[in-house]
Structures are given as C-alpha cells and as structure tokens.
C-alpha cells in the first residue's frame, strides 16, 4: 500500500520514502540517500556547491559522505545519517551541533541558513546536519566574503540557541543575534555582520 503525503501548495510530496519537490527528488534508502537535481534556473550551481560541500566534509563525522556523484544526470548519492529531523533541541544537541558547524566551517562549507528540517538527532542523541545546496565555499584566495559568509552560519546557529537555550548563549553571541534580528533585508545584514566582526568585543 502506498503512503502519500502531498502539498499543493509547496509542490511537495513523500511516497514510500521519495521525497519530491519542484527542484529535487530525493530517494531514501536503508543506508544511502540518492538526490536528483531537477531541471530549474539555477541548478547547475546547486548541484556544483552541495558537491563540493560534500567532498570537504568528507571524513567528517555529523555530516553525509558522499558515494557517488553523476555530473550529467546531477545526481549524488550520499550516505543515510541515522536520527530524523525534531521541533525541539536540547542542551547537549545544540552543544554538539555548534561543535560540527565550526567543524564544517573549518573544512570550508559554510552555510547560508539552518532550518530545524535539516538537523537530525538519533535516538543517542547524535546529531547530523544535511542538505548543502545553499552554502557558500571557501576560495583557495583569500577573499573578504568568506568572512561574512561564517558571520552569516553563525548567526543562524545563535538564532537557534535563542528559540531553545538561550541560557547557553555569552553577551557576544546574544549581540549577533539581535543585529541579525533587527535586520530584515539580507544585504543590510551582511554590513551589519561585517561592521559587527570589526569592533572589539
């Protein structure tokens, strides 16, 4: 028998464990997810930076390794993360979640947002992060927008500790938090961000 969730709205839909949008397909398997990236403006970068993401985090625990890749059908496949996405984060995952995000920042994947979707926590209590179409990719050159882009990654992670530990948080932390915050448009808050990394703390 068929399990169908669909939302016309979205344009999503998950039938026995495919997970379908408007801009991708993604096949869940026992130990490996397979995602096809769909044919819409902008693909070829999206396939390119989720990678090349998954190539620098290769070897590092909390994130998917990548199996194989597909350049003219953008396909990858990558290794299943145990644990499912949660509404809630305690202490000890959000503990460890900063620990694998300045991991991955130190690889050079830093990412432009981290949506609760993306975090999954098994029944340990190890959490894994996915999904990297949206990320920005450190320069072999140096160049000033890497950054903003890890100022950007930890604002995200911040606004996070906010909603479900803010007790977790130091006053510098709060700080970026509440620049982030006040500010609505994205290119407002990356002068912001930037002016913020220059004064003293």
């Known amino acids: 028998m068929e399990n169908?969730?669909?939302?016309?709205?979205?344009?999503?839909?998950?039938?026995?464990?495919t997970y379908e949008t408007r801009k991708i397909l993604l096949k869940v398997g026992t130990k490996s997810v397979t995602k096809?990236?769909?044919?819409?403006?902008?693909?070829?970068?999206?396939?390119?930076?989720?990678?090349?993401?998954?190539?620098?985090?290769r070897g590092v625990v909390g994130f998917p390794q990548l199996i194989r890749t597909a350049d003219t059908s953008l396909l990858l496949e990558m290794s299943r993360l145990p644990g499912a996405s949660v509404k809630s984060l305690s202490e000890r995952n959000l503990r460890d979640l900063a620990a694998i995000v300045e991991k991955m920042l130190a690889a050079g994947v830093a990412r432009h947002s981290l949506p609760l979707r993306d975090i999954?926590?098994?029944?340990?209590?190890?959490?894994?992060?996915?999904?990297?179409?949206?990320?920005?990719?450190r320069s072999?050159?140096?160049?000033?927008?890497?950054?903003?882009a890890k100022a950007v990654t930890r604002y995200?992670?911040?606004?996070?500790?906010?909603?479900?530990?803010?007790?977790l948080l130091n006053?510098?932390?709060?700080?970026?938090?509440n620049i982030g915050g006040k500010?609505?448009?994205?290119?407002?808050?990356?002068?912001a961000l930037t002016r913020s990394l220059r004064k003293p703390a």
Do not use: C, M
């Open 140 to 148: 072999r050159i140096w160049r000033p927008d890497w950054s903003i």
């Open 4 to 17: 169908v969730i669909r939302s016309r709205a979205t344009g999503k839909s998950v039938i026995n464990g």
């Open 36 to 57: 096809y990236f769909k044919q819409r403006p902008g693909v070829q970068r999206r396939y390119r930076v989720e990678k090349s993401a998954l190539q620098r985090l």
């Open 120 to 137: 999954l926590v098994d029944p340990e209590g190890n959490v894994g992060l996915v999904d990297f179409e949206r990320a920005t990719l």
């Open 183 to 191: 500010l609505r448009n994205p290119v407002s808050l990356l002068h």
């Open 156 to 167: 995200h992670l911040y606004r996070l500790f906010a909603e479900q530990q803010p007790q």
């Open 171 to 177: 006053p510098e932390q709060w700080r970026l938090v």
